[in-house]
């Protein structure tokens, strides 16, 4: 075996100071990696906020149809309930006996539950003075239920849907299903920290004669807003 040259030694030493990295190029890959999260985050926030809006929609509607699905199955009356006056907002779906009805055949007493909507939405109105969906009011009003034939004009946060599949008010006592047909709609928006956007809106509509629901989406049209179904 050979004695090891000093100038091998030398280039060896050399090699492995050449193959690190340099503290400068260190920071600089930091603050590359810093500003590639910065740019993901902010083009993700738009979608992400989207999609929690979605949530809080389908939760609305899914609400709203689980209520009457019950009624018209286990014929008795359900009411849904919509606030906006904690956060999160809730809607709220029980069951709505009528007097000296303590129970469904069977002993059976369904469940009240409580739906929240996600962080950042809200029951609210992002375009006030546009007509609201199906004829429902100017959209000035965020829970806006109770429009009915005889001349109520809304602004109700209860409605009660009946075994025939009806929406109707409290005449005659909430859950009796012995007042008018119930309409009018709800709109959904996000109303997070940032700002409100028009487009970030969606309402749901009820037609009390059926009991009909619909979906809907806020879309810029000329110089103002339409509601499209959704």
Request: hydrophobic share 35%; aromatic share 8%; with cysteine.
């Amino acid at each position: 075996m050979g004695i090891r040259k000093p100038k091998d030694r030398i280039k060896k030493h050399q090699h492995r100071e050449a193959s690190g990295f340099s503290l400068l190029e260190m920071m600089m890959v930091v603050v590359i990696v810093m500003i590639a999260s910065v740019v993901t985050v902010i083009s993700l926030t738009p979608a992400l906020q989207q999609q929690r809006l979605t949530n809080g929609y389908n939760t609305t509607i899914a609400a709203m149809r689980q209520a009457r699905d019950n009624a018209v199955s286990q014929r008795t009356s359900f009411s849904v309930t919509f606030s906006n006056s904690s956060t999160p907002n809730t809607i709220v779906v029980a069951w709505a006996p009528t007097a000296g009805e303590t129970s469904l055949p069977g002993g059976n007493v369904p469940p009240t539950v409580t739906y929240q909507l996600p962080a950042g939405v809200a029951f609210y109105v992002t375009a006030p003075g546009i007509a609201g969906p199906d004829g429902y009011g100017t959209g000035t009003t965020p829970i806006d239920l109770g429009y009915t034939a005889n001349g109520s004009t809304g602004g109700q946060s209860t409605v009660y849907f009946c075994p025939d599949g009806s929406a109707q008010d409290s005449e005659g006592g909430g859950g009796n299903c012995a007042g008018s047909w119930d309409g009018g709609a709800v709109y959904i928006s996000w109303v997070g920290s940032t700002n409100v956007q028009a487009t970030m809106s969606r309402a749901v509509s009820l037609w009390g004669g059926t009991g009909r629901i619909r979906g809907w989406r806020l879309y810029p049209s000329a110089s103002t807003y339409q509601w499209v179904r959704n």
